[in-house]
């Protein structure tokens, strides 16, 4: 079974340009959420999609954005890139939208540097 | 807000030996703890989750975590280390005031282990 695949794996773009990651989930899971990971922190919550619809957002500026696909694919858009945001996106996948049980599945994450 | 506290960033133990790995939560209501592991250059695996049934909670490879209500902490172990345990691993909580699905990490715990 494909588990959550993302792409790509490393990029490195200069400040102030725009980058797109992409995301695929697990068959069958509808819910997509993304993460943050700086170099020697945990993960931090971005985003997350159900059924095509932003359903939560962390604390992050308006230069992130997201889009579901009626495939439950997803992309995430960083504009205007700052050397703050150099670190691991990691994308995750489940089944539901809410509640605190469901699993998270996720991905190899895409490493991004910002020179 | 709730929020976990990773009492150790770095923890080293020879193989065949326990392994204890410390996390304290802070949680208005009864909460959903979770241990996810991250070997370098891979997705998260969630080790177990916590939420509310069996205090003690088995997980996968040998792992476990005991969930102590009277002294808020949810430590995992392990009674006999493995080399390929040697890997990061997160304590989470699930923030259950979002309606959505976002789970706080803390800030991790470096796993060493030596022959």
């Known amino acids: 079974d494909a588990g959550v695949t993302q792409s790509p794996t490393h990029l490195i773009k200069t400040r102030g340009q725009q980058v797109t990651l992409r995301c695929s989930p697990i068959?069958?899971?509808?819910?997509v959420s993304w993460y943050q990971q700086v170099l020697g922190q945990g993960p931090q919550f971005i985003f997350q999609?159900?059924?095509?619809?932003?359903?939560g957002r962390g604390n992050f500026p308006d230069r992130f954005s997201a889009r579901q696909f009626p495939n439950y694919s997803s992309e995430l858009n960083v504009n205007a890139l700052l050397l703050g945001d150099s670190a691991l996106y990691l994308c995750?996948?489940?089944?539901?939208?809410?509640?605190?049980?469901?699993?998270?599945?996720f991905g190899e994450g895409s490493r991004l540097t910002v020179l | 807000a709730q929020s976990v506290t990773q009492l150790d960033s770095h923890v080293s133990v020879s193989e065949g030996t326990p392994v204890l790995l410390r996390c304290n939560y802070s949680?208005?209501?009864?909460?959903?703890l979770f241990w996810y592991v991250q070997h370098p250059n891979k997705g998260l695996q969630l080790l177990l989750k916590?939420?509310?049934?069996?205090?003690l909670v088995k997980g996968i490879n040998g792992f476990e975590a005991e969930f102590k209500k009277s002294e808020t902490s949810f430590h995992l172990t392990k009674p006999s280390a493995h080399m390929s345990d040697a890997a990061e691993y997160f304590c989470?909580?699930?923030?259950?005031?979002?309606?959505?699905?976002?789970?706080?990490f803390g800030t991790g715990t470096r796993l060493l282990v030596s022959p």
């Open positions: 989470v909580v699930s923030d259950q005031k979002t309606g959505f699905q976002k789970l706080v």
């Open positions: 068959s069958g899971h509808k819910s």
């Open positions: 995750a996948s489940s089944q539901q939208t809410g509640g605190n049980t469901g699993e998270l599945f």
């Open positions: 949680s208005s209501y009864s909460p959903s």
């Open positions: 916590y939420t509310s049934a069996a205090t």
């Open positions: 999609y159900y059924e095509k619809e932003e359903r």
